[in-house]
C-alpha cells in the first residue's frame, strides 16, 4: 500500500504560480512513474504530466512550456510546479503512482483545490 498526500493548493491570479507537493509513505525510487492529473467541475480526470522511475517526463500539451513536475528523492516527494497559470487550469488536482512489477497498482491521493481567477 502507498498513501498519497498533496499540499500547496489554493487560489491565485491568472499568470501567477503555485507548487504543488505529493509526498508519500514509502520510497519514491522503487515507483515506476509519478505523476499529477486534474478534474474540473463537469470535466473527466485528464493526464497532466509524468515523471518515471528513470527520471524522464512528459506532459500534457495544454501545460507544456508552463508546468514542470520534478522530485526529490530523499523526501519521498514529487512537485509539480506551475507557472503563468491560467482560469481553465482550475481543477482538483491528484497525485498519482504506478507501483509493482508482476502486479501493478495505481495509488490516488485525495486531491489539492487550485482556483486561479481574479
Known amino acids: 500500500q502507498v498513501q498519497l498526500v498533496e499540499s500547496g493548493g489554493g487560489l491565485v491570479q491568472p499568470g501567477g504560480s503555485l507548487r504543488l507537493s505529493c509526498v508519500a509513505s514509502r520510497s519514491i525510487t522503487s515507483f515506476n512513474a509519478m505523476g499529477w492529473y486534474r478534474q474540473a467541475p463537469g470535466k473527466q480526470r485528464e493526464w497532466v504530466a509524468t515523471?518515471?522511475?528513470?527520471?524522464?517526463?512528459n506532459y500534457a500539451d495544454s501545460v507544456k512550456g508552463r508546468f514542470t513536475i520534478s522530485r526529490d528523492s530523499a523526501k519521498n516527494t514529487v512537485y509539480l510546479q506551475m507557472n503563468t497559470l491560467k482560469p481553465e487550469d482550475t481543477a482538483v488536482y491528484y497525485c498519482?503512482?504506478?507501483?509493482?512489477?508482476?502486479?501493478?497498482?495505481?495509488?490516488w491521493g485525495q486531491g489539492t483545490q487550485v482556483t486561479v481567477s481574479s
Open positions: 515523471i518515471t522511475g528513470g527520471g524522464s517526463t
Open positions: 498519482n503512482c504506478n507501483a509493482g512489477v508482476l502486479v501493478v497498482k495505481n495509488y
